[in-house]
């Protein structure tokens, strides 16, 4: 995004008559704003940056313009599995800026130092393993980076997959809680043993960025986070062990199905926005190929948005610079949004349910989850409570008495 802000410019020398004016706003923040925005029809903003699990609700609301594509845009070049979720009756209501699922980052020295080899599909009982060996605190190394800050968004977007993948699900098929059930139990037992005993001290408050800049330190020895981080801990301007850098398929527990999730971040036009023609063509320009183009040519194929066109991990140059690209693609292309628990569910979505309810519902529950991985509630009683405040949100919603 930053990026995009910088390159700005070139959209505006092209369009005289259109000014770009930006807001940038912290992850949690800037959900609420853009939420609030829209469901008040505010108008404050033309063009929204929205995330994969508002695009179905707020196009089924009517909240949303669609995106008019051309043949230029080649809307077929976008990943079918980003396309499919940012779609409503056959219409792109937003277009992706960037997409990504979730995978295994890891130091390979260190691995090969312990003896270790990493499959392209680990389970989560070898990645404990290999954690425990790597993991020399005062050396300055962890075994494991995860995500514990509290928000849907943050430490839940890991741990459901953590869930799904130890055959757990957010709601059954009559719309009823299954927090705390055994597979819950399971997963995130696992997670606040693993955190425990080989996490940075303070992972209650880490989540993308703070895990992003322990990695680049040298202080992780595996981080499971979004595949954009690929691009940042393989940058030598960036990261310190940039050349020691591996990938492989987010763990597995008792099923492959969700173990690894899928986002990504989109522009989108309130149907408030009286700036339909000029907030259009900058959509299009922002994620067109051109666009890609644009970046390699001023920053190199390494700083190019990842997880959105086929055209991108077809380039011969983009290949060379990014080591992470087939495992990206792989994991991107794995995610089924309509298929990622064992038992079924009533919701679209991997690492989160795409309901309205789900917001409160997920910032409650990660509340909870992170307060257990700090030790201030244990396991049991964290989701006996996040039990009962999901209940009560589904029961005030309407969907079961």
Known sequence: MIEMQKLGTHFEKANPNVKLKWVTLEEGTLRQRVTTDIATKGGQFDIMTIGLYEAPIWSKKGWLKPIATDAAYDVDDLLPAIRNGLSHEGKLYAAPFYGESSMLMYRKDLADKAGIKIAEQPTWADVKAFAAKAHEPKAGVYGMCLRGKPGWGDNMAFLTTLVNTHGGQWFDMQWKPQINTQPWKDAIGFYVDLMNKYGP????????????????????????????????????????????????????????????WLWSWNLAIPASSTKDAAAQSFIKWATSKDYINLVAKEHGWGAVPTGTRKSTYANADFQKVATFAAAEKKAIDSANPNDSTLPKSPYVGVQYAAIPEFQAIGVAVGQQMSAALAGKVTVDQALKTAQTQAEREMKKAGYYK
Not at 201 to 208: D, L
Not at 209 to 217: D, M, S
Not at 219 to 243: L, R, Y
């Open 201 to 260: 001290p303070g992972a209650s408050a880490n989540s993308f960025n703070e895990n992003l800049a322990l990695f680049n330190e040298g202080k992780c020895a595996m981080w499971v986070d979004a595949t954009i981080a690929a691009s940042f801990i393989s940058d030598p301007k960036q990261s310190k062990v940039a050349d020691k850098v591996a990938f492989a398929q987010a763990p597995v527990a008792v099923t492959p199905k969700g173990a690894n």
